[in-house]
């Protein structure tokens, strides 16, 4: 029987590191990151302390050759690159729009990295939208798919698919575009999907928390909301959302119903994973983000608040165990959740890699 294998690693783009939570776990030594955001780079040096981070830019070329000088035997890339620039949520633009959101040609430097490192596995991960976006490519704008294939397809095996994190034991719906490289000979399967895992099953062993309680858990702590927001929030059952309310109804002082979309003030279900978790998860008034609740023997219903920085851990698939620092900011933590892939899902992408180089 071989010994246990390891992959050295690189993580572009790699926030504060909740997409590598487990790969320890599974033989993957991330040896060097990049973030851009000074507090993110921070937290992700915190929690991976062997890590060697480097902040900045990617664009600028000073911090790229610094990577490059950096990443020497580098078997497996990850790279998650933002995606603000591809994402249609809550706003109205149109493609021509999108198409010229300087951030959505962050892939760019991704392809330059593999061009001068040429590492073994190379995973890209994105919104669905990713898979549709075009680049420019000898001065026409060009599926980035088939500019993979234009540029890799002799050296690489180029595979892409949208996937679903709860099909891979995440309580939390997260639709994402995986695209992975890998060299010709060496074999990369899909892995099998599992059963899905419910909110329920995630987080219904934790206490009721009321609006700005406390718990001796750590991370179990509730954010204080306001009055109004609470008594609408009591009043509405779980999987509802406030304006199906009839009389406590999201309303302005002066008694009119705000307009809104049902999908805000909404507490999510029990039994069926959670929907995404958005960068607002703080926010009774973003997108499904209140806790269930369970309803008392007055008729309304306990939880009358967003989720606590614990539940949306275990929500993502965070090991319960996760190394974060105490003193780490309660938002800055909800912003790496929100934008974060679940661990659980990179894990289970990740995992046939190091059975097949078990094998080989």
């Not at 500019?147 to 690489?156: A, D, N, T």
């Not at 698919?161 to 099909?167: A, E, G, K, M, T």
């Not at 406030?242 to 049902?262: C, H, L, Q």
Request: charged content about 30%; hydrophobic content about 35%; overall charge positive.
């Amino acid at each position: 029987m071989k010994e246990r294998i390891e992959l050295r690693g690189c993580s572009l783009f790699s926030g504060a590191g909740i997409a590598e939570a487990f790969f320890k776990d599974i033989g993957v030594n991330i040896v060097l990151a990049n973030e851009l955001l000074p507090e993110r780079a921070e937290l992700y040096s915190e929690i991976y302390k062997d890590t060697t981070m480097i902040c900045g830019d990617i664009t600028d070329k000073k911090i790229f050759k610094k990577l490059l000088l950096k990443s020497d035997s580098i078997d497996l890339l990850i790279a998650t690159p933002p995606c603000q620039g591809l994402s249609l949520a809550g706003k109205n633009r149109s493609k021509e729009e999108i198409m010229h959101d300087k951030r959505n040609y962050l892939i760019e430097k991704v392809i330059d990295f593999i061009l001068k490192k040429s590492p073994k596995y190379v995973l890209i991960e994105n919104v669905p939208s990713l898979l549709n976006l075009t680049i420019n490519y000898k001065e026409k704008q060009t599926p980035l798919i088939d500019v993979l294939i234009l540029l890799f397809g002799k050296e690489y095996n180029v595979e892409a698919r949208v996937v679903d994190s709860s099909d891979y034991g995440v309580p939390q719906t997260r639709k994402r575009a995986i695209i992975k490289l890998f060299k010709k000979g060496l074999s990369w399967d899909w892995p099998e999907k599992s059963n899905k895992i419910s909110v329920r099953e995630a987080i219904g062993h934790l206490p009721s928390l009321e609006s700005g309680d406390k718990s001796d858990i750590p991370w179990h702590y509730a954010r204080e909301h306001t009055k109004k927001h609470i008594l609408w929030m009591k009043n509405t059952p779980t999987g509802k959302s406030a304006f199906e309310n009839k009389v406590y109804f999201p309303k302005k002082d002066d008694g009119t119903r705000i307009k809104g979309y049902n999908s805000t003030y909404r507490r999510i279900k029990w039994d069926q994973p959670a929907p995404t978790i958005t960068m607002r998860n703080d926010a009774i008034s973003s997108q499904r983000n209140v806790h269930p609740g369970r309803k008392k023997k007055d008729g309304t219903y306990s939880d009358p608040r967003v989720l606590t920085p614990l539940e949306l851990m275990l929500i993502s698939s965070l090991p319960k165990d996760w190394k974060i620092p105490k003193e780490t900011p309660e938002l800055l933590l909800r912003q790496c959740i929100g934008e974060g892939v679940p661990p659980l899902m990179i894990k289970k992408l990740i995992e046939p890699i190091i059975k097949n180089e078990i094998k080989n």
